[in-house]
């Protein structure tokens, strides 16, 4: 069965930090590129905020640039966003997926910077 699933969301202050994981089942995500998008609020549309590329090169939305950190590890299929410095406009449910060859969204993790 394939399956998106992100998991390492949380309640976190303000300036605190998180570190998201994005695990594919059953495909690898080591061939393509991998997109974090974030919905901050139910029904909103997903933006892309970063981007890991297949050898590990990143690329950020302005609005997390300098706070939060891609990276992955193709032998064990994951794909990380650190969060750091956290703002409250950060709260919003994260989600990972290819950026060529997308697969079906996975539920996503809820981020919440609250004090």
């Given amino acids: 069965q394939v399956q998106i699933v992100e998991s390492g969301g949380g309640l976190v202050q303000p300036g605190g930090s998180l570190s ?12 393509d590129i991998v ?8 029904g909103k549309e997903r933006e ?15 609005s997390v640039k300098g706070r939060f950190i891609g990276s992955r590890d193709n032998t064990r299929n994951v794909v990380n966003l650190q969060l750091n410095s956290l703002k409250y406009e950060d709260t919003g449910t994260y989600y ?12 996503g993790t809820q981020v919440t910077v609250s004090s």
């Fill in 35 to 42: 997109n974090w998008y974030r919905a901050q609020a139910p």
């Fill in 96 to 107: 990972c997926n290819r950026a060529s060859m997308p697969l079906a969204w996975g539920q």
């Fill in 48 to 62: 892309l905020i970063a981007s890991v590329g297949i050898g590990g090169g990143t690329s950020y939305d302005d």
């Fill in 20 to 31: 998201l994981s994005c695990v594919a089942i059953g495909v690898p995500l080591s061939i």
